[in-house]
């Protein structure tokens, strides 16, 4: 593996409007990437594994599910698609692509939420009584940018308080710090997670969680994974705005982000813009220990303006959870709705009895 620190880019700054006062927005992501480290790793192309369906494994094709938040003028939903293959093994490269890495394996089903949050749900929960929420820079449909760490954790708590669920982040009032659960409060489930809290239903998808949405086959539980989160090894086609597989929001096609329902093809489990558009928070601090409430944190997936070097799964990036990017949104994970584990387990078991089942012949 290859760590190096980008350099500022000549090209200067790119991403945003500038405000009234006709100053830039700062702190901004620049072509370069400026204040960011990035690690990528490059494996020699592996033999292409065959694909089987969802069928032969028993798996379950994602079905989307809205989860509504708000009441009156000030609602709003999340399309949320089921991630399973629970238990699934860290991206090996074995997808037949050029990248493998340490990230991708996620031992419990989850959702994750189809499409990067807009710029609408934040100024509703805003209006709903959620303070210092920033954002702002783009339109109501658009990905929401400008926001910090810390405020796209309270707007996770707001997801989870006003439906009745206990805060997955412990913000102070203003929402600007962080402190630690302890052990026994926080998340276990793949290793204890100080961040969030182990009741927690929402939350902002961790590196691995965030990974797996955009990168794995959904092939069953093994280490295949695409290059690209659009279900392919191959460059996505550049656009401005549009649904067609294989194509994702970058490259300066566009002036600013797409609205997020409109921001390319699908990953294999059905989400939408996990490259290019905005770049995208995780959860996890970039050393993924997460034990420091101050320590910068991950973030993935490029945006509209750069070129596919920052889309492969082998580009990672980190920033100070303080940081207001133009070029830098989230979205948002959950547990899986009762119903859907179920199913998916459901679907595990009968794949496994037909294994039993064939194995005693």
């Given at each position: 593996m290859v760590a190096a620190t980008v350099e500022q880019s000549s090209c200067g700054p790119l991403h945003g409007k500038e405000p009234s006062d006709g100053k830039q927005?700062?702190?901004?992501?620049?072509?370069?990437a400026e204040m960011v480290?990035?690690?990528?790793?490059?494996?020699?192309?592996?033999m292409k594994t065959t694909a089987l369906c969802a069928l032969a494994?028993?798996?379950?094709?994602?079905?989307?599910?809205?989860d509504t938040f708000g009441s009156g003028p000030n609602a709003f939903t999340i399309d949320f698609v089921n991630i399973g293959n629970a238990g699934n093994e860290n991206d090996a490269g074995a997808g037949g692509g050029l990248y493998s890495s340490s990230y991708g394996g996620v031992p419990y089903a989850y959702r994750m939420g189809t499409?990067?949050?807009?710029?609408?749900?934040?100024?509703?929960a805003a209006a709903s009584g959620v303070l210092n929420l920033g954002g702002g820079t783009w339109s109501a449909t658009e990905p929401v940018a400008n926001i910090s760490w810390f405020q796209a954790a309270a707007f996770v708590n707001y997801l989870n308080t006003s439906t009745g669920r206990p805060a997955a982040y412990q913000l102070n009032g203003t929402n600007t710090e962080l402190t630690l659960w302890t052990s026994g409060q926080a998340w276990q489930a793949g290793g204890e997670n100080l961040y969030r809290n182990k009741d927690a239903y929402y939350f902002l998808p961790n590196e691995?969680?965030?990974?797996?949405?955009?990168?794995?086959?959904?092939?069953?539980?093994?280490?295949?994974?695409?290059?690209?989160?659009?279900?392919?090894?191959s460059i996505p086609t550049a656009v401005a705005s549009g649904t067609t597989a294989g194509t994702a929001v970058y490259n300066g096609v566009a002036g600013s982000p797409a609205a997020v329902n409109n921001a390319g093809g699908l990953s294999a489990y059905g989400t939408m813009g996990q490259n290019g558009n905005v770049w995208e928070w995780q959860e996890s601090a970039f050393d993924g220990i997460n034990n420091s409430s101050s320590?910068?944190?991950a973030f993935r997936g490029g945006d509209w303006f750069l070129s596919e070097d920052f889309l492969g799964s082998s580009f990672r990036g980190d920033l100070a959870p303080t940081v207001e990017g133009s070029g830098v949104g989230f979205r948002v994970a959950s547990v899986p709705e009762p119903s859907s584990t179920v199913l998916m387990c459901s679907a595990g078991l009968l794949a496994?009895?037909?294994?039993?089942?064939?194995?005693?012949?």
């Open positions: 927005n700062e702190p901004i992501i620049r072509h370069a480290h990035v690690e990528t790793s490059m494996k020699k192309p592996a494994l028993g798996v379950c094709l994602p079905t989307v599910h809205a499409f990067e949050i807009a710029q609408d749900a934040i100024t509703k691995n969680e965030w990974y797996k949405a955009a990168y794995h086959q959904n092939t069953g539980v093994n280490a295949d994974y695409w290059d690209y989160a659009t279900g392919s090894n320590e910068n944190r496994l009895a037909r294994r039993r089942r064939r194995a005693t012949l």
